[in-house]
């Protein structure tokens, strides 16, 4: 006997007993799509799997977040910004406040242009606990794709309600903006790539540095 005919034997012999062939309906295991996964700590366990990317998290209520804003902005040495149309007008401010130079894109900044600002400021629409990674769907408080590719640092601001478990539970949320068109950007940490040397390569494909404010 081969080693071939030696495993399908074993194969055989492991399924003497199955009397239905399809699996689905020998073994039905109740599933509900979108369901959240259980764990004990949702924004505990978000923050330690961001940061787990290398990414910067702040903490802090609500009320606290145009403070919490202009404070990380400062600490990375950031200059210059572009904010989006519909950004919250107090997060705005206290940018203006800080002394930073603010870029609108209206009308749109060229890809030469986005290069030459620091940073891009951002809300954000769902943000998945489980994988650390935070989904943009593009809507006015976060701007369109090139805003937050471009720019070498990337700030934005997760709503503690906006935390889900799991990407099941993330793909729910997001069906409204996938079935109106709108795209989609999945950020987990700054942008990072490796070679085949795996020298590892950072901001390549989008914001090498990924600073988040999160709202409780």
């Known amino acids: 006997m081969n080693a071939r005919e030696e495993i399908l034997n074993r194969v055989r012999g492991a399924l003497d007993d199955v009397v239905q ?7 039905p295991i109740p599933w509900v799509y979108g ?24 903490r802090v209520p609500a009320a606290g977040v145009p403070e919490a804003v202009a404070e990380l ?4 040495k950031v200059g210059s910004v572009v904010l989006p149309a519909g950004l919250d007008d107090a997060w705005r401010a206290a940018i203006v406040a800080a002394g930073i130079a603010v870029h609108e894109d209206e009308p749109q900044l060229s890809h030469k242009e986005l290069n030459a600002i620091d940073a891009v400021v951002t809300a954000s629409a769902v943000s998945i606990a489980e994988t650390g990674t935070i989904v943009l769907d593009h809507a006015a408080d976060q701007g369109r794709r090139a805003l937050t590719l471009v720019p070498d640092t990337h700030l934005v601001v997760v709503r503690a309600d906006q935390v ?22 999945w950020i987990s940490g700054g942008s990072a790539t490796s070679d085949i040397e795996l ?15 999160l709202a409780e």
Do not use: N
């Not at 889900?164 to 950007?185: I, K, Y």
């Open 21 to 27: 062939p399809d699996s689905a309906v020998d073994v």
């Open 35 to 58: 369901r959240p996964t259980a764990m004990p700590d949702i924004l505990e366990r978000f923050v330690e799997m961001t940061v787990d990317y290398k990414a910067v998290v702040r």
């Open 73 to 76: 902005l400062g600490t990375a």
């Open 164 to 185: 889900v478990s799991d990407v099941p539970e993330a793909v729910g949320r997001l069906a409204a903006a996938v079935t109106g068109g709108s795209p989609l950007t």
């Open 199 to 213: 020298i590892r390569v950072e901001g390549v494909h989008g914001p090498r540095t990924l600073l988040v404010v």
